[in-house]
């Protein structure tokens, strides 16, 4: 293509608003148009790339035994009808799937009753594209994904780039998400029963003001949180207890409670349900109506401290199962740096990361589609879905100098510094057509512009090759410019040279 036929517009400046070296990069180059509100939408040669990312991820999956369907995993329960319609024998399975769906590749998979190595299978897949791209990726585990699922994720260099928090553990390598399953967390407790006392405690509404008022570890007092769940019937309110050193994660909570959402109750619900503000709220006579969560923090505590459900006083010495007690106990709190590493124990260091991908275990609220197995007998199929993003590998490609060979819309730019010089002008318009009929794909820069600008385009766009076409045409000698190498040679052995560049680029991929 020539550059005067396509839509590139270029900037000189970084477009305001944006911190991401990617996602400045891609609109700066022309790649995307950004719009208010932190939105950017691809233009032709951003379309360009993430085809060919699609087409990478694609074709690896084919060979995979995936196929490709249309408008059907988006769909709640799409898979599951289609498993309905195609699986009655083992024979049938596993059936594994993928759909191109805007910036997502969504995936999924109906496999045997004993098949969820699956979905470990898939993340190996993803995990090894990714490196070829030269995008080293990690496996995060979290626990809102189930126990089979992880994310794969890039590791980001520093607070503009990433989008999550996480923590990784130095010793063993393992790496999660901060909804990561917590294996322990140990309540705090007395060596002796106390009695349980209320104490004035005037303004000491916060744990820190608590903690600073009576000399104790944070450790040692019990937070008392009120959130509503949304239920079939409206919003339910629910008091999550968790030791005063840990937060709650509400994506844990709504995954325990089975509700979609979760959120902190407004002052009015809090009024309607305890007839007071925040600040002193405690675990001791709560409303019946109150469904009580204890995170795994709290179950067997001794001797904490904890709001006494009156304004300006605490309780002292409260005791599980002697002054509270409840039977929903779980994992609801995040996972931060300085905890316990699930895996060796040792301590957590904070990580920072970007979602690429996640797979899962499909939960459905149909009972799943029965098959005959191999002894004649009936089991029921396990479903599993997940996603590739295509615009975060494209915005982590971008960070990088140039896309790779078969990944950028181009793999040459032919560049003539001077159009005023006809010479130069038709040896380069030979090498386009040239490249161009032996399968190259390739761009020519025949703008009426500066030297200058046209080398600046250049490195924007990111293409891998660069043949500039100039001082030396009248001899037949061109340079062409590959990585961090440059060499002048004849023009007439170019395209064979750019050939056996691409093609073991190729083999590499």
């Known amino acids: 293509m020539k550059m005067t ?18 996602v400045i990069r891609l609109i700066r180059s022309g790649y995307a148009l950004d719009f208010q509100n932190e939105e950017w939408n691809l233009l032709p040669l951003g379309s360009i790339l993430r085809e060919n990312v699609a087409w990478t991820f694609l074709h690896a999956l084919m060979e995979e035994n995936f196929q490709q369907l249309d408008s059907l995993l988006y769909k709640k329960d799409g898979l599951y009808a289609l498993a309905q319609r195609a699986v009655q024998s ?15 590749l969504l995936l999924g998979g109906i496999e045997t009753a004993s098949g969820k190595e699956a979905q470990q299978e898939i993340v190996h897949t993803i995990d090894n594209i990714l490196q070829n791209l030269n995008l ?7 626990e809102t994904l189930g126990t089979d699922g992880n994310y794969v994720a890039l590791k980001a260099s520093d607070q503009y780039i990433a989008v999550e928090n996480g923590v ?32 004035h405690t005037p303004n000491a509404s916060s744990i820190e003001e608590l903690c600073e008022f009576l000399h104790i570890p944070a450790e040692q007092t019990v937070k ?9 019937d409206g919003w339910r309110p629910v008091a999550v207890l968790i030791r005063g050193d840990l937060h709650i994660s509400e994506e844990k909570l709504a995954l325990f409670l089975k509700v979609k ?40 505590c001794s001797g904490v401290v904890t709001g006494a459900n009156k304004p300006n006083y605490h309780l002292t010495g409260v005791t599980w199962g002697r002054d509270f007690k409840t039977k929903h106990i779980g994992d609801v709190a995040l996972l931060r740096e300085g905890m316990n590493c699930p895996r060796c124990g040792l301590e957590l260091q904070p990580f920072l990361w970007n979602k690429v991908a996640a797979v899962w275990s499909e939960k459905s609220d149909i009972e799943g589609i029965p098959y005959q ?51 130069a002008m038709n040896l380069a318009t030979n090498l386009y057509l040239e490249m161009a009929q032996n399968g190259i794909v390739v761009l020519f820069d025949d703008r009426n512009e500066r030297a200058g600008a046209k080398f600046a385009d250049f490195e924007l766009f990111g293409i891998p090759v660069k043949v500039v076409v100039g001082r030396k045409a009248a001899e037949g000698i061109v340079e062409v410019h ?28």
């Open 168 to 199: 990784a553990c130095s010793s063993c390598g393992w790496t999660g998400t901060e909804n990561a399953r917590i294996e322990q967390s140990k309540p705090y407790r007395t060596e002796k029963e106390m009695v349980r006392q209320e104490i």
């Open 136 to 142: 080293p990726s990690i496996v995060m585990s979290d």
């Open 5 to 22: 036929s396509l839509l590139t517009p270029t900037l000189k400046k970084a477009p305001a608003g944006w911190q991401d070296p990617g």
């Open 373 to 423: 197995d191999q002894q004649g007998q009936t089991e029921r199929c396990t479903l599993w879905k997940g996603w590739i993003d295509l615009n975060s590998i494209l915005t982590a490609l971008a960070r990088e100098k140039t896309y790779p060979f078969g990944l950028a819309p181009f793999d040459v730019d032919i560049i003539v510094p001077s159009v005023k010089d006809e010479v």
């Open 90 to 104: 083992y024979r049938d399975l596993p059936l594994n799937f993928m759909e191109l769906r805007q910036g997502l």
């Open 224 to 232: 008392t949180m009120f959130y509503m769940a949304e239920v079939d």
């Open 482 to 509: 590959y990585g961090e190498d440059a060499k002048e040679m004849q023009a007439e052995d170019v395209v064979c040279f750019l050939s056996s560049l691409l093609n073991d680029d190729d083999e590499s991929l």
């Open 261 to 300: 959402k979760v959120r902190i109750a407004e002052e009015n619900e809090l009024m309607s349900v305890m007839g007071q503000k925040p600040g002193y709220l405690g675990p001791v006579g709560l409303p019946e109506r109150v469904c009580l969560v204890a995170d795994i923090s709290i179950e067997g």
